[in-house]
């Protein structure tokens, strides 16, 4: 028997954790840098888009109190107390009101055509000259807006201010009822409304991080910024972003060269009254907007560190445990190697379990040191050839074992990919059983959540989100596992927050085509939420303030064509009729964009009220008529519905009603006809308006319903609307607890229906 010699060749166990650590710290590294790339990128959009949004803030706010100045001097200049009033003292009671209401406002005056203060707020300035003043000269002619100035007469005269009194022209001619010139209109207004505006916008939390907003005249001078730099000229990427009209967010260094993050805007743009082109920078040194990405890398890097750590120990154990049979059946080689006084130490191969190949090589070597004992004689003659075949043996492991290490690391490397794609998408990741187990959670989930994916592995989506949350997922939940790809968005409250969310939930389909689970992708939709409701609140606003004024004008326009003002010109009451009846089309406009805010506010209030079915139909064809002529389409409603009751609001069934019939006519062929009729049910009456005009493309029906759907909405539409009047009457029918539907074939004509819950009729009070 050949004896074993001591060797200095490495272990197997030691080779392997070798390896294993080796390939654990390159995956970590990887990692870790994969991830301070993306966050480093994510950190800086962030910061940069956070400043762009409050250049945004303080250029619509300066933009907002030009306008409001504006609107204040044309007002003024149309009240008669102004235009003709005699006495001074009544104008100053005005301009004092006024003052009084806008503090910024730091001087209101009334100048005379050669240039003498008839009247100003508190008296000041009033006999003074200022016929040479450019607010003067410039508002003699038209509305004027003055640029960025001091003035020194004016601020002797003002209270002591810390900052030096800077002042905003704004001026108008004021012109007598007969077109004579009375005077010229101005107001100064004072640079401290921009100071509080940039103090408004920026939080706390923004000061305390060195964010300064500046605002920058064409000439580079600096009319608004830190201490140092105004009135100063200035020279950045930024300003001449700004000024060819752009908007957005540089990296650039200034002056005292630090290194900053600049958003920018220019104020007075697409504006129909005079206004300053202010160029709005807001900056923040870089270091200080990547603060916390360095924090995070740091974190990051202690993390990996400890995880590299852990992660090679338990390599290190694994590779011990996979290699401990190898070593188990070596020792036992060796130990049959040695001799002690020229005999053999005879020692029993054990029989290992722990995986095939070292099974299968325990099982060979016992076999062969069974068959060496009986027949010693015999291998002692084979030598050579037993020397052979345990290389080709020895060899076949290595290969064996070479190709399942080099799987097992192919495998590892890919599932550590996917878990490091997973983890680092921003949004919930899940995979559910066909129970609603959580089986796969990423890494995301602790971030939004607080908890870590491990603590949900095994419970059950309801248990997870509580019976509320789940409530409105149910039945997409019930969906996917039929195999029915669902796609939804959702609100709920879950740990006292509220979350705005978007799903999308796919069906997981084995080989057979069987249902075992389901994965779900879920997203944080809260700043779109916010988003949306700051637009709905500014579509409100501003279709309130437009409703007023346009109420005015109609109300005006229908005085001129009815004579009030005296008889007017054939082709002036052309112009008129034109005018009324686009002033109605954008009164309606204004209402159903109201209607819209609020439906979505939740705040529409309906009056119910059990009424007769037919009166309701009479009065809106009756309200209709007048439009109907307009077109040549006539219209008629057939059946019997005397004896029909619904609970209603009037008001809304009639708009309702209105608008399917005034769609209806619009929408027919001149010369044809448009028929209401009734059908009812055991419990519901259906109320159907039919038209016989083009019909509706089968590729639009999915949308009818739709906010700002048009069959056709190029700018060349030879029919008007907005499409926002058949999502408001699907919301009115549904709030009075009905449904609405329609039928459509192109060049047939339209269907359009809606189904309301029957009631008895009215008890009338006997009280005779």
């Known amino acids: 028997m050949s004896l074993l010699k001591p060797t200095s060749r490495p272990r197997l166990a030691t080779l392997l954790t070798l390896g294993v650590s080796a390939v654990v710290l390159c995956t970590v590294l990887s990692a870790l840098l994969l991830v301070d790339h993306f966050a480093n990128n994510y950190a800086q959009k962030e910061a940069e888009q956070r400043l762009q949004q409050l250049s945004w803030q303080m250029r619509d706010q ?45 001087w209101i005056g009334l100048a005379s055509p050669d240039g003498k203060v008839l009247a100003s707020s508190k008296g000041l300035l009033e006999g003074q000259d200022v016929s040479q003043r450019p607010w003067f000269q410039q508002g003699k002619k038209a509305l004027y807006a003055g640029d960025y100035h001091p003035a020194l007469l004016l601020q002797k ?14 001026a108008i001619p004021v012109r007598r009822a007969d077109g004579s010139l009375r005077g010229v209109l101005g107001v100064h207004l004072s640079w401290n409304w921009a100071r509080k505006l940039a103090q408004t916008i920026l939080a706390p939390a923004d000061q305390q991080y060195n964010v300064d907003i500046m605002i920058v005249r064409d000439d580079g001078t600096v009319l608004l910024g830190p201490k140092g730099m105004e009135e100063k000229k200035i020279k950045s990427s930024s300003l001449t972003q700004s000024r060819s009209g752009k908007t957005g967010t540089v990296e650039e260094t200034f002056e005292d060269g630090k290194l900053y993050l600049t958003g920018y805007a220019l104020t007075g743009q697409a504006r129909n009254y005079p206004a300053l082109q202010w160029s709005i920078l807001v900056r923040q040194p870089k270091d200080i907007a990547m603060a916390a990405l360095h924090n995070l890398e740091k974190e990051i890097l202690l993390f990996c560190g400890l995880l590299g750590l852990i992660l090679a120990l338990v390599a290190a154990l694994l590779a011990r445990r996979a290699s401990a049979s190898l070593i188990r059946l070596s020792t036992a080689i060796e130990q049959r190697s040695l001799k002690r006084g020229g005999t053999a130490v005879t020692t029993s191969i054990p029989i290992v379990n722990a995986y095939h190949e070292a099974h299968l090589l325990s099982v060979t070597l016992a076999d062969m040191v069974e068959k060496e004992e009986r027949h010693l004689a015999d291998m002692e003659s084979a030598n050579q050839s037993l020397e052979t075949t345990v290389a080709e043996r020895t060899h076949e492991i290595k290969q064996k074992a070479s190709e399942l290490e080099l799987a097992l690391q192919q495998q590892r490397n890919v599932q550590s990919r996917l878990q490091a794609i997973t983890d680092n998408l921003p949004c919930i990741i899940t995979f559910m059983d066909l129970e609603e187990r959580y089986v796969f959670v990423n890494a995301f989930i602790t971030s939004e959540f607080g908890v870590r994916p491990e603590q949900l592995i095994g419970k059950t989506l309801r248990e997870v989100v509580g019976e509320e949350f789940y409530k409105p997922m149910a039945g997409y939940v019930k969906n996917v596992l039929a195999g029915q790809r669902a796609s939804f968005e959702g609100t709920g409250e879950l740990n ?21 689970g389901f994965y779900a992708i879920s997203f944080d939709i809260a700043d779109r939420k916010r988003v949306e409701m700051m637009m709905n609140e500014f579509v ?22 009815a004579g009030v003002a005296g008889e007017i010109p054939d082709k002036a009451k052309e112009l008129t009729t034109v005018a009324m009846r686009n002033a109605d089309r954008l009164l309606h406009l204004i209402n159903d964009i109201l209607d819209l805010e609020k439906i979505a506010s939740g705040k529409m209030e309906f009056d119910f009220k059990v009424s007769a079915l037919q009166p309701l139909i009479q009065d809106a064809i009756s309200g209709n008529m007048s439009y109907s002529d307009q077109y040549g389409v006539s219209m008629r409603a057939i059946g019997d519905n005397a004896e029909l009751y619904v609970n209603v609001d ?77 999502n408001i009457c699907k919301t009115i029918i549904e709030k009075m607890g009905g449904s609405i539907g329609f039928e459509s074939t192109i060049d047939v004509g339209s269907k359009f229906f809606f189904e309301l819950p029957l009631v008895p009729a009215p008890v009338a009070n006997d009280n005779n």
Do not use: C
């Not at 005269?157 to 002042?167: E, K, M, N, Q, V």
């Not at 927050?497 to 069987?514: F, G, H, I, K, W």
């Not at 303030?545 to 001129?560: D, K, M, W």
């Open 540 to 561: 409100s606003m501003v279709s309130h303030e437009l409703r007023t004024p346009l109420t005015s004008i109609n109300g005006a326009l229908r005085l001129v064509a």
């Open 157 to 170: 005269l003002l209270p002591y201010s810390a900052d030096p009194w800077r002042f905003v022209d704004v």
């Open 496 to 516: 006292k927050r509220t979350y705005y969310y978007q799903s999308v939930y796919v069906p997981a389909v084995n080989d057979r085509d069987e249902v075992e």
């Open 62 to 106: 300066i933009d907002l109190v030009m306008q409001k100045s504006v609107g204040d001097v044309q007002l003024l200049s149309q009240l008669s107390q102004i235009r003709d009033a005699q006495d001074p003292s009544e104008i100053r009671r005005i301009l004092d009101s006024l003052q009084n209401n806008f503090t910024d406002y730091a």
């Open 650 to 726: 009037r008001d809304r069934y009639a708009q309702v009603l209105a608008n399917l019939l005034s769609n209806a006519i619009k929408f027919s062929h001149k010369g044809g006809e448009v028929v209401v009729s009734v059908e009812k049910t055991a419990d519901k009456v259906k109320v159907i308006v039919t038209d016989y005009g083009s019909g509706i493309p089968s590729h639009f029906h999915s949308k009818i319903f739709q906010k700002f759907s048009q069959v056709d909405s190029s700018n060349t539409r030879k029919k008007g609307g907005t499409g926002l009047g058949l």
